[in-house]
Structure formats: C-alpha cells, structure tokens
C-alpha cells in the first residue's frame, strides 16, 4: 500500500491472486494496535490467545466474550486501516447456531470490528454457514485448534500422517464452501499448506504452515519477546521485550530509591510570590 487504504476482502483476494503475502498479527490493546496499524500490517486479530499472553490462563478456553469484546473494541479504536478481526472464543459459537449469530454479532455491534475467526472444521461448518449468511464475514481455522487441544491430545502438530492430512484439505474446502472468507491452518507441514492454498480461491494464512501460503500470522508477544516460556517451533523472535522491560523497572527502582528521579525537568514550578503568600499564611 502506498496510499494508506483500508484493508477490505476484495483486497486480501487481490493480494492472493497477485501473490502478494498478506501479513496478519495479533493484538490485544491499543497501543499495540496503533503501531501496527500505522506500520500497514494487513489483518489484526484480537486472538483468544489473549488468555495466555494478557490473562495468564493455561489455555484460551476460559476465555470468555466478555473478555473479548472490550479488547478488540480497543484494537479496531487503534487501527482504522488494518482489517480487524475478532477472535469468537470457546463456547461462543459451538452450542448452536443462534448463539454462534448472535456472538458474532457483538463483535461487530460492540466492537466494530471487520469480521470474525472461530475453530473448526466439518464439524463447524453449519456455525460458518449460519454466520456467514447473518452478513458476517467469517473466518476458518483449522489444523492445530487450541481451543480443542484436550480432545485432541496436545499441542501438536496436525496433517502429518495421510488421513489427518486428508481430512485437512477436505475440511478447508468444506470451510470455504460454507462461506468462509479465509482460513487460517496452524501446526501443519508446509506441503499440506501448499496443496491447501493451491485448491482455496480465498486467502490462506499460516502459522506454522510453511512458506506457500497466502500470508502469515503470528502472536505479538511470541514476535517480540515478551512472554517468558517455552515457544511453539514456528516462531521468530524479532526483539527481546522481556529483557529491555526488565531492566527498564529495574532502573526505575533505583532511580527512586537513590533519589534519582524526580528530577527538576520532572516537576511542576511555582511563583516563589505564590509561595511566599502561602508560607506567610501557615505562620
Ligand atoms: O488466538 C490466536 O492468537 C490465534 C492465532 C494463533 C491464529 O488464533
């Protein structure tokens, strides 16, 4: 973009037709989103793995709506260019398809944002369905599903072995044809990316899917290094947040400590008349 244009799905299938990676990444709050809206980054998403790098949850299924909406409402105020995505958490679409419409809806009504992301493959696809014909747009996303993580019996890689694979691309086509407007494949081999991207004609974007996809996504904090732990093999730290955040509290503390800080430029001045008059009136 040279031009600052707001991001809209015709441009994301344009950028997919011209090969053009599409670059998506998660944020969770305002200031994260300013920059990266201001840097062009193509699709934000307000993830539910906000339980683990905001909440400090062990996982996103005690992520809730309303953890959500005020979240991604401060990431869509931050970011009038990027395409802005609501995560829908765990139980907010699964029970049935009133409430799959109705949640999704509150990402929009509540937080203005341009579309919304939940997990699942054929299993799901009467949720997308049903979303997508409420004039939602909606996205898939399939592969490793953290959401499902128990059922599925860990963080691990998906679609190595012929029949998960299989299964794989029959539910990204299932996804797609139920009105998905893109998905996202997580923890797969990048061929099985490759023979997915090649079939969709919307746009495919991978998080530990290989290089042939139509775009990648990543979490902020994993990007910048801001959360201690052990991180999924696909990441690619770009900075050491942690340890400049560190020693910048701990400089603090011993600024104040050694009376270091305030300093003058820090303070706020008085007429010495004004204070002249308030000493000679305590007298
Ligand atoms: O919640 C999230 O951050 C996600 C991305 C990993 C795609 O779903």
Same mark, same amino acid.
């Given at each position: 973009m040279t031009e600052r244009t707001r991001v809209t799905i015709p441009y994301l299938r344009e950028k997919k037709a011209q090969?053009?990676? +599409? $670059?998506?990444?998660?944020a969770y709050d305002f200031p994260c989103a300013l920059l990266e809206d201001e840097v062009g980054i193509d699709i934000i998403l307000c993830?539910?793995?906000?339980?683990?790098? $905001? *909440?400090?949850?062990?996982?996103?299924t005690q992520v809730t709506m309303d953890l959500m909406i005020p979240h991604t #409402? =401060? $990431?869509?105020r931050a970011a009038p260019h990027s395409f802005v995505i609501g995560d829908m958490p765990f139980m907010s679409y699964q029970p049935s398809d009133e409430t799959a419409i109705r949640n999704a809806g509150r990402f929009?009504?509540?937080?203005g944002c341009d579309a919304v992301k939940l997990e699942g493959g054929e299993e799901m696809a009467e949720r997308v369905r049903a979303i997508s014909r409420a004039g939602i747009a909606v996205q898939g996303h399939l592969g490793l599903t953290p959401q499902y993580v128990s059922a599925l019996g860990g963080f691990k890689a998906r679609g190595r072995d012929a029949a998960g694979a299989l299964k794989l691309i029959r539910? =990204?086509? +299932? +996804? !797609?044809?139920?009105? #998905?407007f893109s998905i996202v494949l997580e =923890? %797969?081999?990048? !061929?099985i990316g490759r023979i997915i991207t090649e079939r969709a004609s919307i746009p495919i974007i991978g998080i530990g899917a290989g290089p042939y996809t139509d775009g990648q996504v990543l979490v902020i904090h994993d990007i910048l290094g801001l959360l201690p732990g052990r991180k999924a093999k696909f990441v690619k730290q770009y900075c050491d947040l942690e340890s400049q955040i560190r020693s910048a509290l701990a400089a603090y503390k011993q600024d104040v400590e050694s009376g270091? *800080?305030? =300093?003058? !430029?820090?303070? *706020?001045? %008085?007429?010495?008349? $004004?204070? !002249?008059? +308030?000493?000679?009136d305590l007298k």
């Open positions: 090969k053009k990676p +599409i $670059v998506m990444l998660t993830g539910d793995s906000l339980g683990n790098t $905001v *909440y400090g949850f062990s996982g996103t #409402a =401060a $990431v869509k929009l009504q509540e937080a539910d =990204a086509r +299932i +996804i !797609e044809e139920a009105g #998905a =923890a %797969i081999p990048p !061929e270091g *800080y305030p =300093a003058a !430029e820090h303070c *706020y001045g %008085i007429d010495p008349k $004004v204070l !002249e008059t +308030i000493e000679s």
